[in-house]
């Protein structure tokens, strides 16, 4: 059922001023000026004909009070659930992700570069998801919790850059920490999470952290929790750019590729996700696939009250009186003080 509120109650306390004039302007011979004219609407000569301007401006000084308070009809609270996914990135922004092994438009681009079109795909073409982002170089940290502001999201992956974190490649402590942020007890079920997927977004070769490869692919499987796991990079010998001190690029060298499939394979093997390529123009279309073959979750995703304010229809209609009451008083004025002034006898002096 519906009911009525008053946001700003305290206006209400103006109504209060309506009887205190009327009781002062009842005691003074002289009147008291609450709206304009209202000085000349207290004077016998308007008064006895018409209590229009007077009456006009007192209710319109009632309604206003009263649509200053808003009024609003609040409806039941109302509940919007919607089924999604909770996922969490994890990105690799170790140096070896600085290999320029790919193009794009004619020109080389890193591995960061090759892998930000996925994230960016995951992040825009999934809104009822909630998505966190974790990064990790030779240590990691929670770049953004579980949230439905993909926009905001969008806007960290490009500010991303390689060189934000000290340098290495810590794939088990960037799992580890993803998979805590999915730590939720309300949403598990006999100590397996559900509704929940890591997608680890790395070029694969860990050599840093406290948390091996293996330690977190544990915890995933003891926590139900599937990793899809995106290599970034080609096999065999790869081009890395060469900086100056200030960062300008000075050229080229060639290294091995440290692009370890095989690990990224076996944890998504391990948890029940899938591995890609990040060179696989199918890839964003595959992940997609083998995700809308898990298992969903329903979560609340926004609660709120329905109000409608109904203030207007106070406050129009009182400045409306306000102005009929004006335009009344000023009327009568102007009616009145020529026939006042035809009717005064004219002075000796003049008449001479």
């Known amino acids: 059922m519906s009911n009525l509120v008053l946001k700003d109650p305290l206006w209400l306390v103006g109504l209060l001023a309506i009887p205190l004039v009327l009781w002062i302007r009842g005691r003074r011979s002289v009147p008291i000026m609450v709206v304009p004219f209202s000085a000349t609407w207290h004077r016998p000569s308007l008064t006895q004909t018409s209590r229009l301007p007077m009456v006009s401006a007192y209710l319109s000084l009632a309604l206003l009070c009263v649509g200053l308070a808003r009024p609003q009809r609040v409806e039941n609270k109302q509940e919007v659930r919607s089924q999604g996914y909770d996922l969490m990135l994890a990105i690799d922004l170790s140096g070896s992700m600085q290999a320029e092994d790919f193009e794009r438009d004619g020109l080389p681009i890193n591995r960061l570069q090759t892998i930000k079109p996925v994230i960016q795909a ?43 974190i000290e340098d290495g490649t810590a794939i088990g402590d960037g799992l580890g920490v993803a998979l805590s942020r999915l730590e939720q007890v309300e949403r598990a079920e006999k100590g397996q999470r559900k509704g929940a997927f890591v997608i680890l977004l790395t070029d694969g070769a860990n050599n840093r952290g406290s948390l091996t490869p293996a330690q977190a692919t544990e915890i995933a499987k003891a926590r139900a929790l ?111 003080v020529p026939a006042q002034s035809a009717s005064r006898p004219i002075p000796a002096r003049a008449r001479s």
């Open 122 to 164: 995951f992040i825009n073409d999934r809104p009822s998801d909630r998505i966190g982002i974790v990064v990790f170089s030779g240590r990691a940290y929670t770049l953004a919790p579980l949230t439905f502001d993909h926009d905001w999201l969008s806007r960290q992956v490009e500010r991303l850059t390689i060189g934000l």
């Open 226 to 336: 599937p990793v899809y796991t995106i290599g970034a990079g080609r096999s065999g010998l790869v081009r890395f750019p060469v900086f100056d001190d200030r960062g300008k690029k000075i050229g080229y060298q060639t290294r091995p590729s440290d692009l370890d499939e095989g690990a990224l394979r076996l944890i998504a093997q391990e948890t029940g996700g899938r591995y890609f390529r990040a060179d696989d123009v199918k890839t964003v279309e595959n992940a997609f696939k083998a995700i809308d073959r898990a298992q969903k979750i329903e979560f609340q995703a926004k609660s709120y009250l329905v109000t409608t304010e109904l203030f207007p229809w106070l406050v129009w209609p009182g400045l409306a009186l306000l102005a009929l009451a004006g335009w009344s008083a000023r009327d009568r004025v102007t009616r009145r």
